[in-house]
């Protein structure tokens, strides 16, 4: 017994010693996946898209490293498991689409939730460290799909019609109503940015918050124009309410004049181009499909009559095969069609509590407030603009709901009010 203790304790102890040396390297590897995954997110031309594939490599890393479940984000946990018997069994009311197109359709949301919590958990452990690496990353992909699509709308580039549709910038993406919708959160870190530091790296943001703003413009998505615009202020006005000092304030009012004034005069060298002038006109102005028994709103209305008397769904794809060939528009009323009552009552919960859980972020002084405005400020803007699109497929839309999720657990599992501004800045 006495000779064996020795090499049993020694075995043990290497044992540990190779799991931590594991755990370490894969906790550095993460990081390095977690930046690649979100990178991807902007690029969705083709399906399974390079998001989705990262995101299969991303999760055994993180099972290695260690990432913890958090009970903060159980009710994230629950409402996903609440909502997988509901969607799977809408999947089998189809008549028309293929089951196999609509059970695809079904797993790859069912898979987005699950990356919701992930993201959640991941941030939840190092809050402020994670954050300013999703967003460095999100950021670059950002800014760089603004300068392509910028471009290819303005024909300088080769290639152009690539990321054109209607002769709209859409840049990666397959339709410019997610592009645009897409760039508005790293606006939106730009924005606190410029209005909370002084200097290059204001300066430096400013010019990120323009080239976003660009990017938005060109895509002439007026939907992503009024959530591009309401964002912004959103987000001006709890940063001057909530974190700016008397001295930030005075400043932050003469910024917003300056970056107000040079908007409107970027706006202006835009439109001084014909074409886009002659499409912005174009876009202004009441659409054909806006209107009557079978434009946007007038199927809507049908829709939602629809999916009344259906309570278990009609299954993904089904109302384009019906009278109407077009989809509702209103991912509120769509989830009820694909999902079921069920599954969209938890739809509804999901939207409901993230906002929530962004408004108390905010609403108590905490180390990570700074990190929730500009979360807050898209994701309402984004449950707003559902209304009027099928958004319950846009990659940004989840990675935002575990964003919120997680800087939420942070705040509640930190008792901290505040921290030095240049730490949670980002």
Same mark, same amino acid.
């Given at each position: 017994?006495?000779?064996?203790? $020795?090499?049993?304790?020694?075995?043990?102890? *290497?044992?540990?010693?190779?799991? &931590?040396?594991?755990?370490?390297?894969?906790?550095?590897?993460?990081?390095?996946?977690?930046?690649?995954?979100?990178?991807?997110?902007?690029?969705?031309?083709?399906?399974?898209?390079?998001?989705?594939?990262?995101?299969?490599?991303?999760?055994?890393?993180?099972?290695?490293?260690?990432?913890?479940? %958090?009970?903060?984000?159980?009710?994230?946990?629950?409402?996903?498991?609440? =909502?997988?018997?509901?969607?799977?069994?809408?999947?089998?009311? #189809?008549?028309?689409? $293929?089951?196999?197109?609509?059970?695809?359709?079904?797993?790859?949301?069912?898979?987005?939730?699950?990356?919701?919590?992930?993201?959640?958990?991941?941030? &939840?452990?190092?809050?402020?460290?994670?954050?300013?690496?999703?967003?460095?990353?999100?950021?670059?992909?950002?800014?760089?799909?603004?300068?392509?699509?910028?471009?290819?709308?303005?024909?300088?580039? $080769?290639?152009?019609?690539?990321?054109?549709?209607?002769?709209?910038?859409?840049?990666?993406?397959?339709?410019?109503?997610?592009? !645009?919708? =897409?760039?508005?959160?790293?606006?939106?870190?730009?924005?606190?940015? #410029?209005?909370?530091?002084?200097?290059?790296?204001?300066?430096? !943001?400013?010019?990120?918050?323009?080239?976003?703003?660009?990017?938005?413009?060109?895509?002439?998505?007026?939907?992503?124009?009024?959530?591009? &615009? &309401?964002? /912004?202020?959103?987000?001006?006005?709890?940063?001057?309410?909530?974190?700016?000092?008397?001295? +930030?304030?005075?400043?932050?009012?003469?910024?917003?004049?300056?970056?107000?004034?040079?908007?409107?005069?970027?706006?202006?060298?835009?439109? /001084?181009?014909?074409?886009?002038?002659?499409?912005?006109?174009?876009?202004?102005?009441?659409?054909?499909?806006?209107?009557?028994?079978?434009?946007?709103?007038?199927?809507?209305?049908?829709?939602?009559?629809? !999916?009344?008397?259906? $309570?278990?769904?009609?299954?993904?794809?089904? =109302?384009?095969?019906?009278?109407?060939?077009?989809?509702?528009?209103?991912? @509120? #009323?769509?989830?009820?069609?694909?999902?079921?009552?069920?599954?969209?009552?938890?739809? @509804?919960?999901?939207?409901?509590?993230?906002?929530?859980?962004? =408004?108390?972020?905010?609403?108590?002084?905490?180390? %990570?407030?700074?990190?929730?405005?500009?979360?807050?400020?898209?994701? *309402?803007?984004?449950?707003?603009?559902?209304?009027?699109? +099928? *958004? +319950?497929?846009?990659?940004?839309?989840?990675?935002?709901?575990?964003?919120?999720?997680? #800087? *939420? /657990?942070?705040?509640?599992?930190?008792?901290?009010?505040?921290?030095?501004?240049?730490?949670?800045?980002?």
């Amino acid at each position: 017994m006495s000779l064996s203790a $020795p090499f049993d304790t020694a075995f043990v102890g *290497s044992k540990e010693a190779a799991q &931590a040396f594991v755990r370490k390297k894969a906790q550095r590897l993460l990081d390095v996946m977690v930046a690649l995954w979100i990178f991807a997110g902007g690029i969705v031309l083709i399906e399974p898209s390079p998001y989705e594939l990262m995101f299969v490599l991303v999760l055994p890393v993180a099972v290695m490293a260690g990432v913890g479940l %958090y009970r903060s984000t159980l009710g994230l946990l629950a409402i996903i498991l609440g =909502f997988i018997p509901f969607a799977l069994i809408a999947v089998f009311q #189809v008549q028309f689409t $293929p089951l196999t197109d609509a059970l695809i359709f079904t797993l790859v949301t069912i898979f987005l939730l699950i990356t919701s919590y992930f993201a959640a958990n991941y941030v &939840a452990e190092d809050t402020i460290r994670r954050m300013r690496l999703i967003m460095a990353a999100y950021t670059a992909i950002a800014v760089l799909l603004a300068i392509i699509g910028t471009l290819a709308y303005l024909r300088l580039m $080769p290639g152009a019609d690539l990321f054109l549709r209607y002769g709209r910038a859409k840049a990666t993406f397959k339709d410019p109503n997610v592009f !645009a919708p =897409f760039l508005i959160l790293p606006a939106m870190f730009a924005l606190q940015r #410029v209005l909370l530091l002084r200097g290059w790296p204001a300066i430096i !943001a400013g010019g990120v918050y323009l080239v976003l703003f660009v990017g938005v413009f060109v895509s002439f998505s007026r939907a992503g124009w009024g959530h591009f &615009a &309401a964002s /912004s202020i959103i987000t001006l006005v709890l940063v001057f309410v909530l974190e700016a000092g008397a001295r +930030d304030k005075v400043r932050i009012m003469m910024m917003s004049l300056v970056g107000a004034a040079m908007l409107v005069v970027a706006l202006g060298g835009l439109l /001084s181009i014909p074409a886009v002038y002659k499409l912005f006109e174009t876009r202004f102005a009441t659409q054909s499909y806006d209107t009557g028994e079978t434009g946007r709103f007038g199927r809507q209305g049908y829709a939602f009559e629809l !999916a009344l008397d259906h $309570p278990r769904g009609l299954g993904p794809g089904e =109302f384009r095969n019906l009278r109407i060939i077009e989809e509702p528009h209103n991912v @509120y #009323v769509s989830v009820l069609h694909n999902y079921g009552w069920g599954g969209g009552v938890l739809f @509804y919960l999901l939207i409901g509590v993230t906002l929530w859980k962004g =408004f108390t972020s905010i609403l108590r002084p905490s180390p %990570y407030r700074l990190l929730a405005i500009p979360l807050l400020a898209t994701f *309402s803007m984004l449950a707003a603009e559902s209304l009027i699109i +099928d *958004s +319950d497929h846009w990659r940004h839309l989840f990675l935002l709901i575990g964003l919120v999720w997680g #800087v *939420s /657990s942070a705040i509640d599992n930190d008792p901290r009010t505040n921290v030095r501004r240049e730490e949670a800045l980002i």
